[in-house]
């Protein structure tokens, strides 16, 4: 089925770890992001991309990296984990400002 | 203040009536989505208006560029349409920005 998929759905990690979350898709849409979602905060644009080789940082992209090699994937890496980075993960791709599909999205703790 | 306003936070009904969720927002946007989320799930979009109205089944979206306001109506409200209903707009490129969301409870 075409869409967005995102793996693991779930991830224990421990502070200092580091780990990717992946996105891929396959509609062949230029635009990729990923947000977090915080209760009483809404959702947050961390890192953001308009093409393969292309990548900006959203709102709040510290502790988060990304690369776009291709239009398909759009991976996020921590670094090195921290508490506060437990929250909801997703990513969501476009082909312009209309038609947004996200994925199923990441719970991720870290303890 | 958020550059998008949403309202109520929270939001209780009893099946079959008719719901208002609204949106309010600050900047300049070329579109502006409804998204539904329910409990532990994924985010789906309900509706991407640019202006006027937009109807899918139960649901209609208005927006008023002029006001910078948005309204999503649900009518003949379900217990399956309790979910939490999030307001985004895309105020430059493709980026989005989002409401914080209602929470909406249908109880039978």
């Known amino acids: 089925n075409a869409g967005v998929t995102q793996t693991p759905k779930f991830q224990v990690l421990k502070t200092g770890q580091s780990m990717t979350l992946q996105c891929a898709q396959d509609?062949?849409?230029?635009?990729m992001s990923w947000y977090r979602q915080d209760p009483g905060m809404g959702l947050r644009l961390i890192h953001y991309?308009?093409?393969?080789?292309?990548?900006d940082q959203g709102e709040v992209p510290n502790g988060y990296n990304v690369s776009r090699s291709t239009t398909e994937d759009f991976p996020l890496r921590l670094l090195s984990a921290a508490p506060s980075q437990t929250s909801v993960y997703f990513c969501?791709?476009?082909?312009?400002?209309?038609?947004?599909?996200f994925g199923s999205g990441t719970r991720l703790t870290v303890v | 203040k958020n550059e998008v306003e949403q309202s109520p936070q929270n939001l209780t009904a009893q099946e079959g009536e008719f719901i208002t969720i609204n949106c309010s927002y600050s900047?300049?946007?070329?579109?502006l989505h409804w998204l539904q989320q329910h409990p532990g799930g994924g985010i789906v979009s309900l509706f991407m208006?640019?202006?006027g109205k937009k109807k899918h089944g139960r649901l209609i979206a208005t927006i008023n560029i002029q006001e910078k306001h948005s309204s999503l109506h649900i009518t003949a409200s379900h217990p399956r349409d309790s979910a939490v209903y999030i307001c985004?707009?895309?105020?430059?490129?493709?980026?989005?920005?989002f409401g914080e969301g209602t929470q909406l409870t249908v109880n039978p």
């Open positions: 969501a791709s476009s082909q312009d400002s209309y038609g947004y599909t």
């Open positions: 509609m062949n849409h230029e635009y």
């Open positions: 991309s308009v093409g393969a080789g292309i990548t």
């Open positions: 900047v300049g946007i070329s579109a």
């Open positions: 208006l640019s202006s």
């Open positions: 985004a707009v895309v105020a430059s490129g493709s980026r989005l920005t």
